[in-house]
Nanobody, 120 residues
Framework: QVQLVESGGGLVQAGGSLRLSCAAS????????MGWFRQAPGSEREFVAS????????NYADSVKGRFTISRNSAKNSVYLQMNNLKPEDTAIYYC?????????????WGQGTQVTVSS
């Protein structure tokens, strides 16, 4: 059974940093893309960043480019999201997801989410 478990969320002041982690288990992810999404209260879930499991093909939402960095450690089966210069509008529940290359994220696997709150 595939499991994605996020951690690292919390409360931080604007301008601060957080590092989210996603521990993946239950299958080999070598053919998968890993992504981070977020959902703020009253808003739809939105894409934040993605990376191919081999570490190539990183993509970012325009709103986080230059501030967030996605990375992975294949030996630890983990994916990370380093978030710097956080803004109040980054406040959301952040979800880790995985999907086969060429497939929809909605058809893949999702974690339970971790709350990030940025105070002004």
């Amino acid at each position: 059974q595939v499991q994605l478990v996020e951690s690292g969320g919390g409360l931080v002041q604007a301008g601060g940093s957080l590092r989210l982690s996603c521990a993946a288990s239950g299958r080999a992810f070598s053919s998968y893309f890993m992504g981070w999404f977020r959902q703020a209260p009253g808003s739809e879930r939105e894409f934040v960043a993605s990376i191919r499991w081999n570490g190539a093909n990183t993509n970012y939402a325009d709103s986080v480019k230059g501030r967030f960095t996605i990375s992975r450690n294949s030996a630890k089966n983990s994916v990370y999201l380093q978030m710097n210069n956080l803004k109040p509008e980054d406040t959301a529940i952040y979800y880790c997801a995985s999907a086969m290359g060429g497939s929809s994220w909605n058809s893949g696997y999702w974690g339970q989410g971790t709350q990030v709150t940025v105070s002004s």
